[in-house]
Structure formats: structure tokens, C-alpha cells
């Protein structure tokens, strides 16, 4: 029986995580419902905070100038997109002019 408990509420508390459905420390080996922050107090009286926290916070605070879109998939913000077909139709090109029109619409 213990051999499957891992199996089945490992995925469950992923899922979950990335929903944002709970909070998670630091290394991932505390949940919990609501956000705590715990302060430990080493031998020689200095303080280190543990705060927790939901999937996209946790993100932010790993990868900063990184966030997540509507699925979930992490992004740079400020990274360029293009359409694929017009970036096929330049890198295909042999025109010079074609350069100056693809660059104005990066631009745009």
C-alpha cells in the first residue's frame, strides 16, 4: 500500500501546484492551503524566512522578467513573436528589400 501512495498523490499535488491550488515551500517538501512563512532562527541568532508559495509566484521569484500565459507555459516578457510562416518567407528570400520589411514588422 505504501508503494502507491507516491504514485497517486505525487501527480495530484503537481496538478494542483500548478493550478495554484496550493502553496508549496521553497524545495517543494511543505504544502499547505493558505500562505506561511516560517522564520528559523540558526545557532548564531541569524533569521532566514521560508515563505510559501502558489506556482506562478514561485516563477516570478525564480526566474525574474519571466511570467506565465494562459496555459501555463513559461515566457520571457519581453521576448519578440513572429509568425512563423513570415520568418519561412524571409530566411527564403533573396531579395535585400525583403530585410527592411521584415524588420518593420518586428518593429510593429
Known sequence: MLTV????????????????????????TKYSIKPITTMIVDKKGEVTTDQYMKYHEGIAHKFPGYQLDQNNIVLNVSDITIDLQDHC????????EDIDLYNKSLRS
Open 89 to 96: 518567407r524571409f530566411l527564403a528570400s533573396k531579395k535585400l
Open 5 to 28: 501512495v507516491p504514485t497517486v498523490f505525487d501527480p495530484l499535488f503537481c496538478r494542483l501546484f500548478r493550478l495554484d491550488g496550493i502553496y508549496i515551500n521553497k524545495d517543494a
